[in-house]
């Protein structure tokens, strides 16, 4: 089954295998940029064995069932390519990048790293020690620190409420047999996406993706349903003392995912709200008040429902009033309606930068490959931006009355400073 997008020049085929491929021919420059995501992830984690993704992704160019570690770098340094794996929460996903002629042999490589990685055990005993000092590394952040307490909270037992990397707790209990596990049950051709654009016709791609990847065959048994805890909010105000420099302080909502009705409404309020030198955070808080370290606000695209955050740094001696002052900012998102001008130039900033982040073929093959395996589908990159476009100063504010009205609250700081509070 293949469809096309001609105005866009995005080719979508489904492989007898299962396989989704997305092809856009870009021949600007002699690159091509490759993006294979899998539905996977620390959304698909054990909870006793959150940053298992992380880990796997780790390991996962440290040794196949044919090549060392070393070889894998070789192979990828000695044609001047790019290639690593990362684990998000709603995807896994590995990237590369390559002149033209050398794409089928990075493709190649990129198969056997996804078909048949070894996890070597001194590979895994080193990656899970590093992981861990990451941990702790956080740990020295105020900022981190902030929003680590506010993701528990709000998401208490879902995989949300990790950073990704896990807890130091879960990573320590990680066993080479659990990567071998997770790989075995959700490394599987009918559970990808891969996505290119660059110098390559869709015809040629597709035969050198089939060349690659047609014998990989889709196990018989299903793909295990994602099953993840209803959230119920329960707003709170959470504090962790520190000798810091600033307050850190974060007000945390219960927002929609990508999927929902009032996600591009939020869209809009969080860029108005805290998106840039013009944003009214940045603008009445440092600039008026001179409140602000750094102030800012932002809603990231979530499978499942997201969190919408605001926060300021500020002296310690001026955290009361700092605090009051966000939480008085965002509440008149719901109090009155933004104009006409304010919404019309959140549209304009919005859409540029969804522009600006389409320019080159790493990024045009990471948009629409995540669109694909969030199952948004490569049409939400038109529907998106009409969506924005129509966007009333009526529904902003009706999405602010229903998710922005009280908030989870952390606070990072010199005791003196929070405890009051």
């Avoid at 089928?104 to 001194?122: C, D, H, M, V, Y």
């Avoid at 105020?142 to 993701?151: E, G, V």
């Avoid at 879960?170 to 996406?193: G, M, S």
């Amino acid at each position: 089954m293949t469809t096309s997008l001609p105005t866009q020049q995005i080719h979508r085929t489904v492989l007898p295998n299962g396989m989704v491929v997305l092809a856009i021919e870009n021949p600007a420059a002699d690159i091509v940029a490759t993006r294979i995501f899998l539905k996977a992830g620390s959304c698909w984690e054990p909870q006793q064995q959150a940053g298992l993704a992380h880990l796997l992704s780790a390991v996962m160019t440290k040794g196949t069932t044919e090549l060392s570690s070393m070889e894998i770098a070789e192979r990828v340094e000695s044609v001047g390519a790019s290639l690593s794996v990362d684990a998000a929460s709603d995807y896994f996903l590995l990237s590369m990048k390559t002149v033209s002629a050398d794409f089928p042999e990075i493709l190649t490589l990129a198969g056997e790293l996804l078909r048949s990685p070894s996890f070597p055990a001194a590979e895994v005993e080193l990656e899970r020690r590093l992981t861990i000092q990451h941990i702790r590394s956080q740990q020295e952040q105020p900022f981190t620190i902030a929003f680590d307490q506010l993701r528990q909270a709000i998401y208490q037992n879902h995989p949300y409420a990790s950073s990704g990397l896990g807890w130091e707790e879960t990573v320590a209990k990680i066993e080479r047999t659990d990567l071998q596990q997770y790989h075995q049950t959700y490394f599987r051709p009918d559970n990808v996406v891969i996505s290119l654009a660059g110098r390559i016709t869709a015809d040629t791609a597709i035969a050198q993706i089939e060349k690659v990847f047609g014998d990989w065959e889709a196990p018989r048994s299903p793909i295990p349903p994602l099953q993840l805890p209803s959230l119920t909010p329960a707003p709170q105000q959470l504090k962790i003392a520190q000798p810091t420099q600033q307050s850190i302080i974060m007000l945390g909502y219960l927002a929609p995912s990508v999927h929902q009705s009032d996600y591009p409404a939020l869209k809009l309020l969080s860029t108005h709200l805290g998106n840039g030198l013009s944003s009214r955070l940045f603008v009445e808080l440092r600039e008026k008040l001179g409140l602000a370290y750094e102030v800012s606000a932002f809603y990231p695209t979530r499978m499942s429902p997201a969190t919408f955050v605001a926060y300021i740094g500020t002296a310690p001696e001026n955290t009361a009033i700092a605090r009051d002052r966000l939480q008085t900012e965002v509440e008149l998102l719901c109090q009155a309606q933004l104009s006409t001008e304010d919404l019309q130039t959140a549209k304009n900033k919005l859409l540029g930068q969804y522009a600006l982040g389409k320019q080159t073929n790493g990024q045009i093959a990471q948009v629409y490959g995540w669109y694909e395996i969030l199952g948004l589908g490569i049409e939400f990159d038109r529907s998106f931006q009409q969506e924005i476009a129509q966007v009333s100063a009526e529904a902003t504010q009706q999405a602010a009355c229903r998710y922005l009205l009280e908030p989870y609250i952390s606070m990072v700081g010199p005791e003196t400073a929070i405890g009051d509070r």
